[in-house]
């Protein structure tokens, strides 16, 4: 860090009492009141370089001269007065923005006398402060102590723009060594230069200054149009962690915080508040510049801290922008109040879930099948054809990019189900919502979001009829998989109607898998068969209705398996019996509906041939033995 070094003559400053003095052979004939402290000092000495203290001498005969609101006090005053004695002083980052504002304090200008302290101090800034990475930054953060004086010096812009200048620049070109962050030997300076050109080497230490001076030195350095916008927000990241308080998981402990109504809490809420709109006016604008999960982390303090509703919606435009990058941990946000019942603030994941959905198609995309004909026809073509083909497919790159993240948020959301399922005070109009907000063709299978909807029957056991059955609307039946069809068949929380369907769909998906022995299908009744295609399902491809069970971050006793089940034939039966006796209303519709009449798809279910109802019986059997075998 430079310095600079003014006077050649010793330290003659004592104190004497309640009095700075000065030891000299001539007495002293007049006094200095600053913040408090007297001086006994000299009018040659101090009127020869300060037009200031010449003008208050000839206006006021009093002995004693008061300096009001000093700029720098006590240490800014007694540097001036040494320099006027010709007291060696030493000039740095750290005092030189106090001795400049006292020295314009005291008008010590070229006017009194040439070369002067505030000529002095003009140069060394100019030349050696600025010039130097380090001592740009001390020198600015220094300025926070003087705010008007330092902007009417200008002393806070030129060092502003000369840590720009130094970020846009090549970092060979920037003396690192006197950066506190990068501690190197001078001769490993070269291989620290290479590395830092490859990444935001100034981050750390422009973290130092306060959010003002932060805020204006960032704005510098985007206006120059230099740096990558992916440098910018790990800029921005690095100063978030420094300055944000970390998050509590523990609501207990956030309560605490509530309840202290001191202002000092207060003042820092307010500063952190601020700190966090700050930083989110300087988030860049192009997608992946920032990852989701530092924009996830930055929603979460904004709850925490009551930032304004804007500044929440834009990080949720933000956020919906690469939501598949997100984990369903960082979706985990607390609530907005402290007083809220709800564990997590599901409303603005319904948001950002809004925000993605609007923002691609919303039906996958499609591709012709091509047959041998095709084949050869396409071999055929003509090379203007096959670039034109070429154009084709590079025009759907961008709506298979939102295919695909459509699918991995699907993953996403039911993950996330599963999480706030467990919430005893999550609406079902919220659970519902979230779970409809993912398009059908997103899903491949349902077993996730069977998981969560298991999860939250049981959390609220307390639902009526009509609750459950709104619960499992979302539910396909055909896309669960033979392990959850098993553990849905004899879940007592399931409407009735989803179990029969369960049963329906996994007798039919028996039917259709059972062959004669020659590799041929057995043909099914007409009954059957209308019922398979009216729910879309091919009796001719047995693994049409088969998706495989996915992994899921449910807590243990959570999940379920085949082997955990109890013997299926007496639970089946036990569960239907005991659903269709209490529930009234399904009653009506499945056996005395319609004036009597029997609805054909329960006459159907019931009509299944003996054949594929004794295959169901043999794949039931499976769970029974092994659980005969554990008893």
């Not at 003659?12 to 402290?37: A, H, Q």
């Not at 090549?170 to 001769?187: A, E, M, Q, T």
């Not at 012709?368 to 497919?393: C, T, V």
């Not at 009506?588 to 159907?604: C, H, L, Y």
């Amino acid at each position: 860090m430079k310095f600079m070094k003014l006077g050649s003559r010793p330290d003659t400053f004592y104190t004497s009492e309640d009095l700075r003095c000065v030891s000299s052979e001539v007495s002293s004939d007049f006094t200095i009141e600053v913040s408090g402290s007297r001086y006994l000092l000299h009018k040659f000495p101090l009127l020869s370089k300060c037009l200031r203290l010449q003008r208050m001498c000839s206006e006021s005969p009093e002995s004693i001269i008061q300096l009001p609101e000093f700029p720098g006090g006590v240490e800014a005053f007694e540097l001036c007065a040494k320099f006027c004695y010709g007291i060696t002083i030493t000039i740095s980052a750290y005092n030189i923005v106090a001795a400049r504002c006292a020295a314009e304090y005291l008008q010590m200008s070229e006017e009194v006398e040439k070369g002067n302290l505030v000529y002095k101090l003009e140069v060394f800034f100019n030349s050696c402060i600025l010039n130097g990475w380090r001592d740009s930054i001390v020198t600015l953060q220094t300025t926070k102590a003087f705010p008007l004086w330092s902007e009417d010096l200008a002393i806070t812009s030129r060092c502003i723009e000369a840590i720009a200048s130094k970020v846009l620049s090549h970092p060979s070109k920037v003396s690192l060594s006197h950066s506190h962050s990068r501690r190197v030997r001078d001769d490993d300076m070269s291989s620290n230069r290479a590395a830092a050109s490859s990444r935001g080497w100034w981050a750390e230490d422009i973290a130092e200054l306060g959010i003002d001076l932060y805020w204006r030195t960032m704005i510098a350095i985007k206006s120059g149009g230099k740096v990558p916008t992916s440098l910018i927000g790990d800029a921005l990241r690095v100063y978030a962690s420094k300055w944000l308080p970390t998050l509590q998981r523990n609501r207990k402990v956030v309560k605490k915080k509530e309840d202290s109504d001191s202002d000092s809490d207060t003042d820092t809420s307010s500063k952190h508040r601020l700190l966090l709109e700050s930083i989110i006016s300087l988030l860049p604008a192009e997608k992946g510049a920032v990852s989701c999960s530092f924009l996830l982390k930055i929603l979460k303090a904004a709850n925490i801290l009551n930032a304004s509703t804007s500044s929440k919606m834009e990080l949720a435009r933000r956020v919906a922008l690469q939501l598949e990058e997100a984990t369903v941990s960082d979706l985990l946000i607390p609530p907005m109040s402290y007083k809220s019942e709800m564990l997590y603030d599901v409303d603005i994941v319904a948001t950002i879930l809004e925000q993605f959905m609007v923002q691609g198609q919303t039906s996958p995309p499609t591709s012709p099948l091509r047959g041998k004909k095709g084949m050869m026809d396409r071999r055929r073509r003509s090379r203007s054809a096959e670039n034109i083909d070429l154009e084709f497919q590079e025009s759907r790159r961008s709506s298979s990019a939102s295919h695909s993240s459509k699918l991995k948020v699907a993953k996403l959301v039911d993950g996330y189900l599963q999480q706030i399922a467990r919430d005893v005070n999550l609406p079902l109009s919220k659970f519902v919502t979230l779970a409809e907000s993912v398009p059908e063709f997103s899903r491949l299978d349902h077993d996730d979001l069977y998981r969560a909807i298991d999860i939250y029957l049981k959390a609220h056991k307390n639902l009526n009829k009509s609750e459950r059955k709104r619960v499992c609307r979302v539910l396909d039946c055909k896309k669960l998989s033979m392990e959850a069809c098993m553990h849905a068949a004899q879940n007592e929380m399931l409407p009735l109607r989803v179990v029969v369907q369960v049963l329906f769909y996994e007798q039919a998906r028996a039917a259709a898998a059972t062959n004669n022995g020659e590799g041929k299908m057995t043909e099914l009744p007409s009954n059957i068969k209308a019922l398979l295609a009216a729910h879309n399902i091919d009796p001719s491809n047995p693994n049409a209705a088969a998706y495989s069970t996915t992994t899921s971050i449910a807590a243990p006793e959570d999940q379920w398996s085949v082997s955990g089940l109890k013997s299926p034939k007496s639970k089946l039966s036990g569960t239907l019996r005991s659903k269709l006796a209490e529930d009234e209303e399904v009653d009506e519709r499945f056996m005395n509906g319609d004036g009597g009449r029997t609805p054909s798809r329960f006459k159907a279910f019931c009509a299944i041939p003996g054949r594929p109802k004794k295959m169901f019986s043999k794949f039931l059997s499976i769970n029974r033995n092994s659980s005969d075998k554990n008893c």
